[in-house]
């Protein structure tokens, strides 16, 4: 509201000085009584939520260190769940264990008012700790095939999981601030892409309160510890691995006239396919096709029988997804044929299951959490980030036929120094840690001021 739009200033200067003192004081001081009633608002529940932070700063740094010391594979988070479980239970949530594998779902109902689920995930990666840290992981299991691996922490889901406990145990500490069903969902395997997929497929939004809103965090091994990155609208890829089998006619090295050479072939079409993105997508399409991992063949003279191919798939659009794969084909196909091998020995292109889609924000939602951030942050540290070709799970909860609204914003935990240096060790590396005091803090407190504008505080 402006002064200057209600009195334009010819008519003030008419005005003797007494009225237009009362003319202004009449305006101004309802004003001035208004802002300052919304800032006591926002600066009570700001200050209740930063006491809670610091009497609760002990339990959630403890918590860092035990998950961070007890990493578990995707699909094995049997003891990680027990103490997610336990950290809701002992707050008087209403918990459902199992609901799919190792994810569980609490409930906090609070009165009449929205449903809105905070999801953490829970699992970890098969990488040997060298962050040298006093709370390293030395951790070694066994992986669904039965190899032992190092374990490690080093996609932040321990991170996920501390700041998700804090905000849980703010909003029962804070429960007479708000009403609604708050609903915490802690996934097994994000890792492997089954969790969120899972829960879904048992029942998620059918045996439990629909959520009008579905909240998470990623860590971002960019964005500082004490900022928090958004982007309204897309902000990660969808994914899909492809596995090719390049058959070819084996025998010996000394003898190729004899052979049809899978490795030759295969090596063409690892060529040919970077010719996808470059010429055959619109520019305007964001996508990448990786061939990550080639194998075949046993000894220096022997031309193997076929050549195993592991490609991971980025795109934006399920249908430039479709596409990609077709061009995969195509190609493959014509190069077999270029090399004489009949079509019942084309390559064999297999799509895993294990696809994610985009993670495509609610664009209003995320709006609305911003501008709650900004105004308690202030807008340098709450920053708008580009989309990446990154994954996450997270994506699905949005899908479904009930249009669940979601958004997903990157939690900053870099050590300051770290990124003053421009030495900042990227999620899922051996070298990956961040700074845990700031980025818990930073964490709950952006949770919880969003749960409290959603609540209706
Ligand atoms: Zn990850
Ligand atoms: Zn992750």
């Known amino acids: 509201m402006l002064l200057p739009t209600i009195l334009p200033n010819k008519k003030i200067a008419n005005f003797p000085l007494s009225n237009q003192s009362l003319l202004i004081m009449h305006k101004i001081i309802p004003l001035i009584s208004s802002l300052l009633l919304l800032y006591s608002v926002a600066g009570f529940a700001q200050h209740d939520i930063e006491s809670g932070i610091e009497r609760n700063t002990n339990h959630l740094q403890n918590l860092y260190f035990d998950l961070h010391q007890t990493p578990e594979l995707s699909f094995m988070e049997f003891n990680t769940a027990k103490k997610m479980a336990g950290e809701l239970k002992s707050l008087g949530f209403e918990v459902h264990e199992a609901v799919s594998g190792n994810t569980l779902v609490g409930l906090f109902r609070n009165g009449d008012g929205p449903v809105i689920m905070v999801r953490t995930d829970m699992d970890a990666l098969p990488v040997e700790e060298k962050t040298g840290l006093p709370y390293s992981s030395s951790v070694i299991s066994s992986d669904q095939a039965g190899n032992l691996v190092s374990v490690m922490h080093a996609c932040g889901h321990d991170m996920h999981m501390t700041v998700w406990s804090g905000t849980a145990r703010l909003m029962v500490e804070m429960k007479d601030q708000w009403k609604g069903t708050l609903m915490m969902i802690a996934q097994q395997a994000e890792e492997q892409s089954g ?23 990623h860590v971002s091994d960019k964005i500082p ?75 220096h003279n022997i031309i193997p029988a076929e050549v195993n191919l592991q490609l991971t798939i980025r795109y934006y659009d399920e249908l430039v997804g479709d596409q990609i794969i077709a061009a995969l084909k195509r190609i493959g196909n014509g190069l077999a044929a270029s090399a004489n091998l009949p079509p019942e020995k084309y390559p064999l292109v297999t799509v895993q299951d294990d696809s994610t889609p985009p993670v495509i924000n609610d664009e209003a939602l995320t709006g609305r959490l911003v501008n709650v951030l900004d105004n308690a942050f202030g807008k340098e540290h709450i920053l708008k980030v580009a989309p990446l070709m990154v994954g996450e799970d997270f994506g699905q909860y949005g899908l479904t036929p009930e249009k669940v609204a979601i958004s997903l914003m990157w939690l900053g935990s870099v ?21 845990y005091e700031l980025t818990i803090s930073t964490g709950v407190k952006g ?9 209706g505080n």
Do not use: W
Not at 229 to 236: F, H, N, T, V, W
Not at 447 to 455: A, P, S, T
């Open 195 to 217: 969790g969120a997929k899972n829960v879904i497929e048992a029942g998620l939004y059918k045996k439990f309160p629909l959520p009008d809103y579905a909240l998470a965090y």
């Open 447 to 455: 949770m919880v001021l969003k749960l409290m504008e959603l609540f």
């Open 225 to 299: 510890a004490g900022k928090i990155g958004y982007c309204a609208g897309p902000i990660m890829a969808g994914v899909r691995s492809v596995d090719i089998t390049v058959y070819g006619e084996g025998g010996h090295g000394a003898q190729p006239d004899r052979t049809i050479d899978p490795i030759v072939l295969a090596s063409r079409m690892v060529v040919d396919f970077q010719t996808i993105v470059s010429r055959e997508l619109s520019p305007l399409s964001p996508a990448v096709v990786t061939v990550g991992s080639i194998h075949g063949g046993t000894k």
């Open 415 to 435: 050590p300051q120094e770290k990124y003053d240096a421009g030495d900042m060790p990227g999620l899922h590396t051996a070298y990956y840690y961040p700074d």
